[in-house]
């Protein structure tokens, strides 16, 4: 008996010695890539009249295949910005189901990937040529794949024929997690709109103001031509005299009360050059830059047409079970007229979404009140974004 449990023991201990060998082979096999670059810019034609850049200020990761850090994000299309963060971190984290076993005995590790932003901007352009960058990308994507697979042809000529059954990938994607403190999505608005919608309010308070002071002068100066009644509180030391600012004027000579009035429109003038002058204006999205448009320049309020600004949102996205075929059933229980007439598709996007959210508020150019306005959110379902 002490034998065969000594034996247990040992045989034990040779097993755990294995295990623990391969663990450590493994921990030496992964390699750890770190990044430390300071202002990137990444430029390139993506197609006839389409241009995409990518500016980042700082890029820091100590371990590339855990987690990258990026401050000063911005993503553009023919000189327009579309995507602007100050700070963003995207990692990936080991799923809650981390590890599980295929059929063959494969160990199969699932990350999730988790992208955490303190203020991301997103937003639309004026007159933003959409339909154009997304045929072009289209377009560039396939002549990729059709390059590649002829250079792979070229140079690996015999890998066709060769029989190789291919090893299942260890690693899976999971879902997509963000985690943003403050989102903004907008609309921009055109700058001449903005700019004249912005200067006609300010035109149009000192319009009333005005009027309001030539119709007080306008009254002054009656009393003063009929007389001034023992109830007046006029400041006059004789008849036919008005004092306006300490200054005496009579109101028999024209010379002098249109002097009067020319000092009311300066000072009506400055008051708007004034308020001019105190408006912060708007970088803008760069749409308009070259054309007429770029002479007007709309402050900061008034720089969007709709914004939806959201505070610690909290997103994650995971993939429809079934893939194409999935998503298809979706539409069709949410269409009639697809499910009628069985309509084909040429492209399918769609995702599992769970949303929660601090505050919401949906705004409409700078108007006092907003659309819509909400302290807290939450939302789950599919969404799923189809093209024939």
């Known amino acids: 008996m002490g034998d065969a449990s ?20 493994q921990k030496q096999k992964e390699s750890i890539f770190a990044v430390d670059v300071e202002m990137l810019s990444i430029s390139a034609g993506l197609g006839d009249g389409v241009e995409g850049m990518v500016q980042v200020q700082s890029i820091f990761s100590e371990n590339a295949r855990i987690g990258v850090l990026l401050e000063g994000l911005m993503l553009s299309f023919n000189g327009a910005r579309i995507f602007k963060s100050s700070r963003m971190q995207i990692s990936r984290i080991p799923s809650v189901s981390a590890s599980a076993s295929d059929a063959k005995g494969h160990t199969v590790t699932t990350w999730d990937w988790v992208i955490q932003g303190l203020d991301v901007h997103i937003c639309m352009p004026y007159r933003l040529q959409l339909r154009a960058i997304d045929d072009v990308i289209e377009d ?12 792979t042809n070229l140079i690996f000529p015999l890998k066709k024929d060769s029989s190789k059954v291919k090893k299942p990938s260890s690693v899976q994607f999971g879902c ?3 985690f943003i403190r403050k989102l903004t999505a907008d609309i921009e608005e055109e700058p001449m709109q903005g700019w004249l919608d912005e200067h006609y309010q300010l035109l149009k308070k000192e319009a ?3 009027a309001i002071r030539l119709n007080f002068l306008d009254e002054l100066i009656s009393k003063a031509k009929h007389g001034p009644k023992s109830t007046d509180t006029v ?63 709309p402050s900061t309020s008034r720089t969007s047409l709709l914004s939806i600004s959201a505070s610690d949102l909290d997103v994650t996205l995971k993939r429809i079970d079934g893939g194409d075929a999935g998503m298809i059933e979706v539409l069709k229980k949410l269409d009639p007229v697809c ?7 040429s492209r399918l996007y769609g995702t599992n979404i769970f949303l929660n959210t601090g505050s919401l508020v949906v705004q409409l150019r700078n108007y006092t009140y907003p659309l819509f306005s909400g302290s807290s959110g939450k939302c789950e379902g599919h969404l799923v974004l189809a093209q024939q």
């Open 6 to 25: 000594h034996g247990r023991d040992s045989n034990g201990k040779q097993e755990a010695t294995t295990e623990s060998g391969h663990l450590e082979k």
């Open 140 to 151: 560039m994507l396939r002549g990729l794949k059709l390059i590649i697979a002829t250079k």
């Open 176 to 178: 997509l997690k963000l």
């Open 208 to 210: 009333g103001e005005l």
């Open 235 to 297: 400041s006059s030391s004789q008849e036919g005299k008005i004092s306006i600012n300490n200054i005496e004027v009579d109101v028999k000579d024209s010379s002098s009360v249109e002097s009067i009035r020319e000092e009311i429109y300066k000072r009506s003038f400055r008051s708007y050059y004034k308020a001019c002058q105190n408006l912060v204006l708007s970088e803008g999205s760069g749409a308009c830059r070259e054309d007429f448009q770029a002479g007007f320049k």
């Open 339 to 345: 499910l009628e007439n069985d309509i084909p598709f």
